[in-house]
């Protein structure tokens, strides 16, 4: 084979061959053939996902269950292991989380080999996902990533599309909502985030009419505490060694931090995330060029800020990042690298501080904080590092071109031909 997808073949091969042998190990973990250290994380699948799929399927939302924190269409991603009756609720859903993996690869293995496109995107997904261990097939976080995926891919020729697309996944879990940061001026703008508004509308709307308990999630999800493994909690574990007298405690679905200080910490978290949400605003309106990554990259950029300074990081929304840094790195022209490397790098460190060694986390040994900090700081220096290479791109930059004005045309020099110069002498 000749050309471009000729010569990207054998990477491809590679790609494929890789996800093949990670994908086959990751089922092997999540379907217990093949143990995993610490706590089993399957047993949200089997017990929490498939009790809720049973009060689902009658037409009602888990109207009494805290644990319930998801917007209405999370329904959509409980009840789809009934569209595999063949097969036993857990065993379907790891299966339907494998197609949408599969998607991803596919929507990014093709991406690759579109003009200004790059191999880096697929190998980015196929080697981040399984650093996250049997967790990245145990939730169904995967699964809305490849509706945020999907809808990133589509945003260059189909803006509406991509609307669409953000629009479900709000309603799947809300952050796909910010895939719509960078989205160009202008009819782009107008045509995504009105499609978007109406796609979330209508299925509120429609779920709040037909399904009890639709907007009970709200209430849960706003009594949520400082979650033990999220940036403020660092200092919780550190000060459990210099007499705090609060503790851990299974709260709302999640180990949480309950005593003194606590509800400031939880501010203070919010706080930050309101000035994340306040940068956004002023980057959009400073922006002065947009670049074919420039939508993926401020969707990276978005995701991080909110993840970061969040109450609460749970283990499965290194998904999220790993999804929208391939995405930035399917394109030539990111400037994301580093910031995709230090996303993997946290991934690989959330493993090890769950489930690996989460009974030192929740215990606060000097193993467990080192281990929590780690994670941290390389989510903190990603997202600091992708927010100053956004500006930069596409603010600094061409303020600074356009002070210098356009360039003077180069001074060409004329050569005397020999004549000339004998009759010069």
């Known amino acids: 084979m000749t050309g471009a997808w000729g010569k990207r073949v054998p990477e491809y091969g590679w790609i494929l061959t890789t996800w093949l042998a990670t994908r086959a190990m990751l089922l092997l973990l999540v379907f217990k053939v ?8 399957t047993s949200d699948v089997s ?36 569209l595999l009756p063949f097969l036993d609720y857990a ?28 191999a880096r ?51 799947l879990k809300v952050w796909p909502v910010l895939l719509l940061t960078g989205t160009p001026r202008g009819r782009a703008t107008l ?13 509120l709307a429609g779920f709040a009419v037909t399904m009890p308990g639709a907007l009970s999630f709200l209430g849960f999800q706003r009594d949520r505490g400082t979650e033990i493994e999220s940036l403020g909690s660092l200092v919780f574990h550190v000060a459990r060694h210099f007499g705090w007298s609060g503790h851990a405690q299974l709260n709302y679905g999640s ?57 609460v990081i749970s283990p499965q929304y290194m998904v999220w990042l790993v999804g ?34 989460f009974s030192h986390v929740v215990a606060s040994d000097w193993l467990g904080i080192a281990l929590l900090g780690a994670r941290n700081a390389l989510l903190v220096a990603a997202t600091v590092l992708a927010s100053v290479r956004l500006w930069r791109r596409t ?7 356009q002070k210098q004005g356009p360039a003077a045309p180069p001074r060409i020099s004329r050569v005397p031909s020999a004549d000339t110069a004998a009759s010069a002498r």
């Open 47 to 82: 017990v929490i996902y498939q009790g809720w799929f049973e009060i689902l399927r009658h037409g009602t939302f888990p109207l009494d269950d805290v644990t319930w924190q998801y917007p209405p269409a999370a329904a959509f991603a409980i009840l789809s292991p009934g």
């Open 324 to 357: 929208l840094a391939a995405v930035c790195l399917a394109f030539r022209g990111t400037r994301m690298g580093a910031p995709a490397l230090l996303v993997l790098a946290a991934t690989l460190v959330t493993t090890l501080e769950f489930p690996v060694w």
């Open 91 to 118: 065993s379907a859903f790891f299966v339907l989380v494998l197609c949408a993996d599969a998607v991803v690869l596919g929507l990014l293995q093709y991406a690759g080999t579109r003009p200004g496109k790059s």
């Open 255 to 311: 180990v949480e931090f309950l005593g003194p200080y606590v509800p400031l910490v939880s501010f203070l978290a919010q706080a930050l995330s309101v000035l994340a949400l306040g940068w956004l605003v002023l980057w959009r309106l400073r922006a002065r060029a947009w670049t074919a990554s420039t939508p993926a990259d401020a969707a990276f950029v978005a995701v991080l800020l909110f993840t970061t300074t969040s109450r």
């Open 121 to 171: 995107g697929a190998w980015v997904w196929v080697v981040g996902v399984p650093l996250l261990g049997p967790t990245a097939y145990a939730r169904y976080d995967l699964m809305v990533t490849a509706v945020a995926v999907t809808a990133l891919l589509a945003g260059a020729r189909h803006p509406r599309m991509m609307g669409v697309l953000a629009g479900l996944g709000a309603m």
């Open 191 to 203: 045509r995504s985030w009105t499609a978007a508004l109406v796609t979330g509308a209508a299925l």
């Open 34 to 41: 093949i143990g995993f250290p610490g706590p089993d994380v």
């Open 395 to 401: 603010v600094t930059e061409p303020a600074r071109r």
